[in-house]
C-alpha cells in the first residue's frame, strides 16, 4: 500500500539547481520529439519520395505505416532502456537514447530516393524508423521518472507537466522549421529537395542537447536507493512478473494511457493529415493552422497539470477521453465545413454514392504496388474516387451489375472491363474520368484541372482543393485549439500519475511500458488505421471511429479500477 504526504505543502521547495535541470531535461527530450515528428509531418512527400513505386493511396498509407513502424517498436524500447535506467540509473540511460535518435534522424536526411536505388530506400528508411523508436521507447518514461523525483510531493503534476509540453514543443518546433524552409525554397523545391534540411539540422540540435544532458546529477531518488543498496536486480521479472504490479502495468494501459494516446494523436496528427489528404488544404496552410492551435494550447498541459495536483489526475484524464468519445465526429464535421466550405456544401446537395455489388470490388490498398484497380468496375470507379479523396457511400447491387456513380441525381456508369479491353478499356477509363470531373464541378464541388495530367494514358487526374479565400480560418483554428485543449488535459497529468502508481525501484521500467504500448500501438497506429478504414469505406469520417471507441472503453475501465494517485509519497 502506497503511503501518503500530508495535504498541507510542505516546505521542500525545488533548488534552483533542481530546477535547472528539470528544465535541461525538458529541453532535451523536446529535440527527441522534433525529431521523431519531423517524419509525421513530411508523410505526403516522403510517400512520394520513397514510396514511388505503388499506387496514391497505397504510397500515403505506406508512408503512414512506416510512420508507425517507429512506434511499433516503442515498448521494446521501454523494456530495454527501463531496464538499464532502473539498474545503472536515469542520466546516463538519457545519453544513449539521444545519440540514437539524433543519429537516425540525420542519416534519413542522406538517405536516397526510391527513384534512385529502388525497394532499398523504403527498406532504409523504416530501419531507421525502428531506431527512432526503439530510442524514444527509453526516453519517456526516464524524463518523467528523473522529473517527478526531483519535484516536491505536492508540486509533482505541476513538475511533470513541463515534460508533456515537450512533445508538442516539439512538434512546435518541428513545424516552424518546415514552414520556414518551405517558405524559404518554394513549395517545388522543397519537395523535391527542401525536405531534407530539416532533418539534416538536427544534427546541430544533437550536439546541444547532448551537453545540456551532460550537466545533469543523477536524480536524488536513485542516487539514495543506490548508496543503501536498494536498486533492483532484476527490473523486468519485478515489474512484470508479479501480478501485484503487472494489473498495475494493465490497468494504467486500459484504464489511462490507451485514450490519452489516441487523443493525442487525433488532436495533433490526426487532425493535420485530415486536413491535408481529407479537406485538401495546401500543406503550408495546414501546418500554419495547426501551429497556431498549438500555440494557443499548449500552456493548457501546464494548468492541467497544475490543477491535478489539487483535485487529482484521474477525473481530468477520464473527463477529457469522455468529451473526445462524445465530441470527435461533430467537431471533424464542423472542421470539414470551415476548411473546404463549398465541398462540404456539395456534399450535402450532391452526395456521392457508388452503386455496385461489393463481392466484385477489391480493398483500396495495394501493398506490392501491382494492382492497377482496373479489373472490375467497381474498381474502376472507387480507384478514381479515392485517389482523388471524394467521400462517398455504398450503395449494395446484386451480382453482375455494372458499377456506377452518381453524383446528386446524376448517374455515370463506369466501364465494365468485361466488354472492354486493351486501349478501348483504357480510354472509357479516361472518358469516365472526365465525366465525373464535369459532373463534379457542375456539382458545386471544387475542381481545377491538372493539364499536366492529358497526356496519361489513364482516367485524367483532377484536383479537388480547398481554395484559400474561402478557407474560414479562424473556425479552423477555434475547432483545433479544442482538439488540443483536450490533448492537455489527457496529457497533462499522466506522467505524474504514472510515476505515482509504481515503487521507485521499477518505476522507469514499469511506467514506460505501459506508457509506450498505449502510445505506441494505440496511438502511433491511429493515423494509419483510420486512413485503412476510411479507403476501405470511402466515407472520411469512419476512420473517426477508432479514437470514439478506444477513449470509452478507457474511461469505462479507468472508472472501475483507476486508483487516484495525487496524494502518494514516491520516495517509497
Known sequence: MATTYDSAPKHHEATQSEKLVITASSLGTVFEWYDFYLYGLLATIISAQFFSGVNETTGFIFALAAFAAGFAVRPFGALVFGRIGDLVGRKNTFLVTMGLMGLSTFVVGLLPSYASIGVAAPILLVIMRLVQGLALGGEYGGAATYVAEHAPNHKRGLYTSFIQTTATFGLFAALLVVIGVRTWLGEEAF???????????????????????????????????????????????????????????????????????VVWYTGQFYALFFLEKMMLVDGKTANILIAIALAIGTPFFVFFGWLSDRIGRKYLILGGCALAAVTYIPAFHALSEAANPAMARAAVNAPVTVTVNEEDCSFQFDPIGKNKFD????????????????????????????????????????????????????????????????????????????????????????????????????????????????????????????????????????????YHIGNGWFGGFLPTTAFAMVAATGDIYYGLWYPVLVAALTVIVGLLFLPETFKRNIDD
Not at 484559400?468 to 479562424?474: D, E, W
Request: with cysteine; proline share 7%; glycine share 6%.
Open 191 to 261: 519537395k523535391d529537395w527542401g525536405w531534407r534540411i530539416p532533418f539534416l539540422v538536427s544534427i546541430i540540435l544533437l550536439m546541444v542537447s547532448m551537453w545540456i544532458r551532460m550537466q545533469l546529477a543523477e536524480s536524488p531518488v536513485f542516487q539514495k536507493m543506490k548508496d543503501e543498496g536498494k536498486t533492483s536486480k532484476a527490473p523486468l521479472s519485478e515489474a512484470f512478473g508479479k501480478w501485484g504490479n503487472l494489473k498495475w502495468v494493465l490497468v494504467a494501459l486500459l484504464g489511462a494511457v490507451a485514450g490519452q494516446a
Open 375 to 514: 479489373t472490375s468496375s467497381c474498381d474502376i470507379a472507387k480507384s478514381y474516387l479515392a485517389k482523388n479523396a471524394i467521400s462517398y457511400s455504398t450503395v449494395d447491387a446484386p451480382a453482375g451489375t455494372v458499377a456506377s456513380v452518381a453524383i446528386g441525381d446524376k448517374v455515370i456508369a463506369a466501364p465494365d472491363p468485361n466488354a472492354v479491353t486493351g486501349e478501348e478499356k483504357a480510354a472509357a477509363i479516361k472518358a469516365f474520368g472526365g465525366q465525373v470531373i464535369t459532373t463534379l464541378r457542375e456539382a458545386g464541388y471544387p475542381v481545377k484541372d491538372n493539364p499536366a495530367a492529358l497526356n496519361d494514358d489513364k482516367a485524367p487526374k483532377m484536383v479537388l482543393f480547398a481554395d484559400p479565400a474561402g478557407i474560414n480560418k479562424p473556425m479552423v483554428v477555434l475547432i483545433l485549439t479544442y482538439l488540443v485543449l483536450l490533448v492537455t488535459m489527457v496529457y497533462g497529468p499522466i506522467a505524474a500519475m504514472l510515476v505515482e502508481l509504481f515503487p521507485s525501484k521499477i518505476r522507469y521500467t514499469s511506467m514506460s511500458l505501459p
